[in-house]
């Protein structure tokens, strides 16, 4: 299952990386109509639109089957692959910036997702969707999924009007929560399609139907606010934020659900922490610092080209160029000063 799961995981990140980036650009194309952003649907008459939704559900059609063979904290992790993906093609096809910080924060979220998939938890084996309906009953993820749901609404219902056009977390925690509901779904129906496979009754079963519905509706919010966040803020904004989030909150649904923390040892404890610390530190420098042009004139003069030995004579350009990050002093201590050098 980890071959698989693996090799799923990584063309599933691919076609998401890839769908955010079409999808933005047929939001852009929008040309004054009713903009996702406020509420139109505007772009559901544009094929750039549609042709990233087709490999979105590519990407998570081939997610979907790597939860089924392999564990959520696996999995999971991976999607930093996808920020990766959307970052490259966004400064290629949409002339969004990637500079230096961008990509050393590539490197970082490879290297992190490393470590996690290296040390990654095993999770309780769940292997019939009676075994899975008992896990849904669990007090502790009953809880989750209620605060989960609560805080949905209020950010959708009251944080959204008041503070969505200006504040990217709003609706980007919309899409998270949810979204950490819609792999315990995801989870449960591959469940029990490897039932259905292996010849069992699993159609009339009614847990199947009801994780099938919860996992529509999941989706379809998650769109609907994914949408309105992409029109809104930057394709290099939206995708890492969701990522670091997204990641937490499944990682926290998936501790409760199938307590895959439960019998770790310590070095695998402290190496999935710290692989995902180095996927957040990844993630924040390419988002950080995504307007910082990156130049040779902010490095220091005994970096710059040409000044690689700092024992040559300064030039009056370079002394210049130096004055010119001093700071000045306002004018009524410049005139004091002047005067004291006077008398």
């Given at each position: 299952?980890?071959?698989?799961?693996?090799?799923?995981?990584?063309?599933?990140s691919?076609f998401?990386?890839?769908?955010?980036?079409?999808?933005?650009?047929?939001?852009l194309?929008?040309c004054?109509?009713?903009?996702a952003?406020?509420?139109?649907?505007?772009?559901?008459?544009?094929?750039?639109?549609?042709?990233?939704?087709?490999?979105?559900?590519?990407?998570?059609?081939?997610?979907?089957?790597?939860?089924?063979?392999?564990?959520?904290?696996?999995?999971?992790?991976?999607?930093?692959?996808?920020?990766?993906?959307?970052?490259?093609l966004?400064?290629?096809?949409?002339?969004?910036?990637?500079?230096v910080?961008?990509k050393?924060?590539?490197?970082?979220?490879i290297?992190?997702?490393?470590?996690?998939?290296?040390?990654?938890?095993?999770?309780?084996?769940?292997?019939?969707?009676?075994?899975?309906?008992?896990?849904?009953?669990?007090?502790?993820?009953?809880?989750?999924?209620?605060?989960?749901?609560?805080?949905?609404l209020?950010?959708?219902?009251?944080?959204?009007?008041?503070y969505?056009?200006?504040?990217?977390l709003v609706?980007?925690?919309v899409?998270?929560?949810?979204?950490?509901l819609?792999?315990?779904?995801?989870?449960?129906?591959?469940?029990?399609?490897?039932?259905?496979?292996s010849?069992?009754p699993?159609?009339?079963?009614?847990?199947g139907?009801v994780?099938l519905?919860?996992?529509?509706?999941?989706i379809?919010?998650?769109?609907?606010?994914?949408?309105?966040?992409?029109?809104?803020?930057?394709?290099?904004?939206?995708?890492?934020i969701?990522?670091?989030?997204?990641?937490?909150?499944?990682?926290?649904?998936?501790?409760?659900?199938?307590?895959?923390?439960?019998?770790?040892?310590?070095?695998?404890?402290?190496?999935?922490?710290?692989?995902?610390?180095?996927?957040?530190s990844?993630?924040?420098?390419?988002?950080?610092?995504?307007?910082?042009?990156?130049?040779p004139?902010?490095?220091p003069l005994?970096?710059?080209?040409?000044?690689?030995?700092?024992?040559?004579?300064?030039?009056?350009?370079?002394?210049?160029?130096?004055?010119?990050?001093?700071?000045?002093?306002?004018?009524?201590?410049?005139d004091?000063?002047?005067?004291?050098?006077?008398?």
């Amino acid at each position: 299952g980890f071959g698989a799961g693996l090799a799923l995981a990584l063309a599933s990140s691919a076609f998401i990386g890839g769908s955010f980036v079409l999808k933005k650009k047929g939001l852009l194309r929008l040309c004054g109509r009713a903009r996702a952003g406020q509420g139109g649907h505007a772009y559901l008459r544009e094929w750039l639109w549609w042709a990233g939704l087709l490999c979105m559900g590519v990407g998570e059609a081939a997610n979907f089957a790597a939860y089924a063979f392999a564990p959520a904290t696996l999995v999971t992790p991976l999607g930093a692959l996808s920020v990766l993906v959307s970052a490259v093609l966004s400064s290629i096809f949409l002339n969004e910036q990637l500079n230096v910080h961008g990509k050393i924060g590539c490197v970082l979220s490879i290297l992190g997702s490393t470590v996690m998939v290296i040390h990654a938890p095993q999770e309780e084996e769940v292997s019939s969707l009676e075994s899975m309906a008992e896990k849904l009953k669990d007090p502790g993820f009953i809880v989750f999924a209620v605060c989960v749901l609560v805080s949905s609404l209020l950010l959708i219902f009251v944080a959204g009007p008041r503070y969505g056009q200006s504040n990217v977390l709003v609706y980007v925690l919309v899409c998270s929560a949810i979204g950490s509901l819609s792999v315990s779904c995801v989870k449960g129906l591959g469940i029990a399609l490897k039932e259905l496979f292996s010849g069992k009754p699993v159609l009339k079963e009614p847990l199947g139907w009801v994780l099938l519905v919860c996992l529509v509706i999941c989706i379809s919010i998650q769109i609907n606010y994914l949408n309105k966040a992409l029109d809104i803020f930057n394709t290099s904004v939206v995708t890492p934020i969701y990522y670091v989030l997204f990641t937490t909150a499944v990682m926290m649904c998936s501790a409760i659900l199938f307590k895959e923390w439960q019998h770790m040892v310590l070095d695998n404890i402290i190496g999935s922490i710290s692989g995902f610390l180095t996927i957040v530190s990844g993630i924040f420098l390419l988002h950080a610092f995504r307007d910082l042009p990156f130049t040779p004139s902010l490095l220091p003069l005994f970096l710059q080209p040409g000044r690689a030995d700092p024992h040559l004579p300064w030039s009056s350009a370079d002394r210049h160029q130096l004055c010119q990050h001093q700071p000045l002093l306002p004018s009524e201590d410049k005139d004091s000063q002047s005067a004291e050098e006077e008398e």
